[in-house]
């Protein structure tokens, strides 16, 4: 049977993520050092386990509401209050998702349709230009730059809306490239959006992995910007909590009711024991988030300056934990640069392309590893540059 003609053309049409690609490459070799995925190598601290572990012990293994659990909504407006001076009804403007990625899609979903036009700026995460696809929308790109600092500006953004123009991602900080975006960024930002009446989907699960003393902004706390705004943030980054797979969004309570009704049908309802575990890293997590930022500093630090010392112009992340150094100088495009760097050296790092047509002549690097296998992958990638 010819399948090709039951699969839905929006479907078909999406490429597969270039960061899983390289991933599954990998994962068919022998001792390589990866840098290719965004994943903490932290435990989850032991008092949020301890919390998971405990409500299985009490056999609570049961379907939630379908918002999330009462508990977890409260604690998560009190983070987003006292961390961000933004209020949030608990009961009303939350919906607890299957990670930070099911909340992006349901929001796209909810937000865009056939005929909507979506502003994505690149190189960001890979999700965002198939999620738009896939809801039927059209996705509109605009290249932000290292002169830049890889900052989306007012009007790069007003050179691409339409009357068609219906919603803007705001991926900051940023993967991959470590950028974020300042208050007075957000608000020259936020007058346009203002002006164009237009939605916003602010992706924030970096938000509490910033750098040089400089705290996250969120565009929802920008004046008029509430009611214009779905926040995403999760569990995953922030408290090394990956693979229990527990996202949230926050936002007015009529576009949440139909996220959650989107939520509704194709999830029903976020894992029970997750839940529980974020309840505790919300409540008691906040010594862990500096101990691990503090941690991811130090790296971030070791690696700009290595790569720029061999010779890769590398510009200083203030956010996340990537560095995206440029490759254009070794006259390779990223996907050969990464993997002749891979069969060669056995160093995972992903390409730019797979951020972006603007990511290419860079790769990311990620630093949520630890300091031994950062200075191995730093002494091998410079034996690469240096055999080249």
Not at 57 to 77: H, M, Q, S, V
Not at 176 to 193: S, W
Not at 341 to 354: D, Q
Request: hydrophobic share 40%.
């Amino acid at each position: 049977m010819d399948y090709s003609e039951k699969l839905a053309d929006s479907i078909k049409s999406v490429k597969p993520s270039g960061i899983r690609r390289f991933f599954d490459i990998v994962n068919e070799m022998d001792n390589v050092i990866s840098l290719s995925v965004g994943e903490p190598d932290f435990k989850t601290p032991w008092h949020v386990r301890q919390a998971g572990i405990r409500s299985l012990e009490l056999g609570r293994t049961w379907y939630t509401p379908n918002r999330g659990f009462k508990e977890l909504c409260e604690e998560i407006a009190k983070f987003y209050e006292r961390k961000y001076n933004i209020t949030y009804n608990p009961y009303e403007d939350v919906v607890v998702t299957v990670g930070g990625s099911e909340a992006i899609d349901i929001a796209i979903r909810c937000l865009a349709a056939h005929g909507d036009e979506v502003l994505i700026p690149q190189p960001s995460f890979v999700c965002y230009e198939p999620l738009t696809v896939m809801a039927g929308a059209t996705p509109v790109i605009i290249e932000t730059k290292a002169q830049d600092n890889f900052r989306l500006t007012a009007a790069q953004i007003e050179e691409h809306i339409t009357e068609r123009t219906k919603l803007l991602i705001l991926p900051y900080p940023n993967n991959p490239t470590g950028a974020i975006m300042e208050r007075e960024d957000l608000e020259a930002v936020a007058e346009l959006v203002k002006k164009h009446d237009l939605m916003v989907l602010s992706d924030e699960i970096y938000s509490e992995l910033t750098y040089c003393g400089k705290m996250h902004i969120s565009i929802a706390s920008v004046d008029g910007m509430k009611e214009r705004t779905v926040v995403i943030n999760g569990f995953s980054k922030a408290y090394a909590m990956t693979g229990w797979r527990l996202g949230y969004a926050l936002g007015p309570k009529e576009i949440i009711a139909m996220m959650t009704k989107l939520h509704q049908f194709c999830i029903m309802s976020a894992p029970t024991t997750a839940q529980y575990a974020a309840i505790e890293a919300l409540r008691n997590g906040d010594g862990d988030i500096e101990h691990m930022r503090s941690e991811y500093d130090m790296r971030r630090r070791l690696v700009v300056d290595s790569l720029n010392a061999m010779g890769l112009s590398t510009f200083t992340p203030e956010g996340a934990f990537y560095a995206f150094p440029c490759i254009k100088s070794t006259g390779l495009s990223s996907e050969d640069f990464c993997t002749r760097l891979l069969r060669s050296k056995h160093v995972a790092l992903v390409p730019g392309s797979a951020f972006g047509e603007s990511g290419e002549g860079y790769v990311r690097l990620s630093y949520s590893y630890s300091l031994k296998h950062l200075k191995q992958a730093l002494r091998l990638i410079e034996e690469f540059i240096k055999e080249l």
